[in-house]
């Protein structure tokens, strides 16, 4: 009995471990480029296979996303970034809990520095035709 007892104490304290261990910050620099979630949400794909899969939440001060047009603007409204651009950033992932956005989920991402080094192609798209459709 003893010996259960035991193996119970250790199963929570390995548990409780796990969790505390999930709700720490993890920190993420590097490259990637700037994808579309809808809803004025921006994800990013992580140079080197790793991706981000949600949302950014938080962007840093005087930088907000444009539900409208899946945009980054500043606070003059000037668009930053946009789908297909390439940024290198700083960020945070934490594990997030009790808050409604929809910008994020179980984790969420919080961009703490970025820097554009590429932009997205901006050639007009082709309108709808009868040859195109």
């Given amino acids: 009995m003893i010996g259960i007892a035991i193996l119970a104490v250790v199963a929570s304290g390995g ?6 261990a999930r709700s720490l910050p993890r920190p993420i620099n590097g490259t990637g480029t700037i994808l579309a979630y809808g809803f004025g949400c921006l994800g990013i ?5 790793e991706r981000l899969d ?11 996303s444009y539900a409208v047009r899946d945009v980054l603007v500043d606070t003059s409204g000037q668009v930053i970034l946009r ?14 809990h009790g808050d409604i956005d929809p910008c994020f989920a179980a984790e969420r991402i919080s961009i703490e520095a970025f ?19």
């Avoid at 820097?115 to 459709?133: C, D, K, M, T, W």
């Fill in 15 to 20: 548990i409780a471990a796990l969790q505390f």
């Fill in 115 to 133: 820097e554009v080094i590429g932009r997205a192609s901006e050639s007009p798209r082709p309108s709808p035709s009868p040859s195109n459709l």
């Fill in 45 to 49: 794909d992580m140079d080197g296979g």
């Fill in 54 to 64: 949600q949302p950014i939440a938080d962007w840093p001060a005087g930088y907000s």
């Fill in 83 to 96: 789908p297909g651009d390439r940024v290198s950033i700083t960020a945070t992932i934490r594990y997030a």
